[in-house]
Nanobody, 121 residues
Framework: QVQLVESGGGSVQAGGSLRLTCTTS????????MGWARQAPGKRREGVAS???????YVEDSVKGRFTISKDNAKNTLILHMNSLRPEDTGTYFC???????????????WGQGTQVTVSS
């Protein structure tokens, strides 16, 4: 059974930084696509960043230059470094995974429960 567990959320002031981690179990981690998505209250879930089985990354324009996605293969962990945070980055952040090498939008088979990020102005 695949499990994804996010951690690292919290409350910060605008301009601050957070590091989100997603610990995986029961999942073929290293060769498949994983990503982060977020959902603000009253809004649809949107993609933030993804990394495919070849460690090629994609970052949405809204966070480009501020967020970085990476994997720690030794720990089977997906990481999202978030810098220069803005109030509009507030939301619940979800880790996601699929059993394919390539990523495709928000098409994932497995989702974590989410971790809350709140950015105050």
């Amino acid at each position: 059974q695949v499990q994804l567990v996010e951690s690292g959320g919290g409350s910060v002031q605008a301009g601050g930084s957070l590091r989100l981690t997603c610990t995986t179990s029961g999942y073929m981690y290293s060769n498949n696509c994983m990503g982060w998505a977020r959902q603000a209250p009253g809004k649809r879930r949107e993609g933030v960043a993804s990394i495919n089985g070849g460690n090629i990354t994609y970052v949405e324009d809204s966070v480009k230059g501020r967020f970085t996605i990476s994997k720690d293969n030794a720990k089977n962990t997906l990481i999202l470094h978030m810098n220069s945070l803005r109030p509009e980055d507030t939301g619940t952040y979800f880790c996601a995974a699929r059993s394919l090498y390539f990523c495709s939008g928000l098409i994932y088979e497995h989702w974590g429960q989410g971790t809350q990020v709140t950015v105050s102005s």
